[in-house]
């Protein structure tokens, strides 16, 4: 099952949803992403295995081409959109409690932003290299955020902005969350974000692509990956 796992990658990777996807033109006529997930699960391959030898291994191939600008937004939504395709058919058995995820990242834009290009390419990114991701959409308030750390402890907090009117926001979000659960992990991003205000407004990461985010994830100690795995079960419960 090797070669097969070894070919689901490759079709994340350069964004072969399915058979009758026309993209990449040289992979035309080919089992995509689809097709082949169905394959290895018939199998008996488990869930967590086709995550992790497959999901991980393409999403992170494209999320280093993407930050050395090798590939670009649409080749990464492609992408996307072939590791969505085979996450629809590993979330139920995920759900159903025999396959673990790596932990729980909640995404937002900030109150008073309404864009979303960059929030739905870090999520994307983020479940496809193996974290369950809660996605709170636009104009997310602190509030908002606070109301899932309560229902989900030990969640990685998200927080995106576009507009440099609405980092403003940003700040306001970090430090009302940081006083009522001081060791929360938030990571920052967008376009006018830098690390200097990441540390001016006391969060834990600013990467400027969503590689950077998955990496720091990965890279959290591992009791806290512990916690966040539990977390990511009940979720799932």
């Given at each position: 099952m090797d070669d097969v796992l070894k070919k689901l990658a490759e079709c994340v990777e350069y964004g072969k949803i399915n058979k009758v996807s026309p993209f990449p033109p040289n992979m035309k006529g080919q089992d995509g992403a689809e097709e082949i997930t169905k394959q290895l699960l018939e199998a008996g391959v488990e869930a967590s295995e086709v995550l992790e030898k497959s999901l991980i291994v393409g999403m992170s191939k494209i999320g280093v081409k993407f930050r050395e600008n090798k590939v670009f937004v649409p080749q990464v939504l492609m992408?996307?959109?072939?590791?969505?395709?085979?996450?629809?058919?590993?979330?139920?058995?995920?759900?159903?409690?025999?396959?673990?995820?790596?932990?729980?990242?909640?995404?937002?834009?900030?109150?008073?932003d309404l864009h979303d290009i960059g929030k739905n390419l870090v999520a994307?990114?983020?479940?496809?290299?193996?974290?369950?991701?809660?996605?709170l959409g636009t104009d997310v308030?602190?509030?908002?955020?606070?109301?899932?750390?309560?229902?989900?402890?030990?969640?990685?907090?998200?927080?995106s902005a576009l507009l440099?009117?609405?980092?403003?926001?940003?700040?306001?979000?970090?430090?009302?969350?940081?006083?009522?659960?001081?060791?929360?992990k938030i990571c920052v991003g967008?376009?006018?974000?830098?690390?200097?205000?990441?540390?001016?407004?006391?969060?834990?990461?600013?990467?400027?692509?969503?590689?950077?985010?998955v990496e720091f994830l990965d890279n959290m100690e591992p009791n806290i990956n512990r916690k966040l795995m539990a977390s990511s079960q009940r979720l799932v419960e």
């Open positions: 992408a996307a959109k072939a590791m969505s395709t085979s996450m629809e058919q590993l979330k139920p058995l995920f759900a159903e409690g025999n396959n673990s995820r790596k932990g729980l990242f909640v995404i937002g834009t900030v109150e008073g994307m990114m983020v479940e496809g290299n193996g974290y369950e991701v809660i996605d308030n602190a509030d908002a955020f606070m109301e899932q750390v309560e229902k989900t402890p030990h969640c990685v907090l998200g927080l440099t009117t609405t980092m403003v926001n940003m700040e306001k979000i970090v430090k009302e969350v940081k006083t009522r659960y001081p060791e929360q967008g376009a006018p974000v830098n690390q200097d205000f990441c540390e001016k407004i006391g969060a834990d990461s600013y990467n400027p692509d969503p590689q950077g985010v």
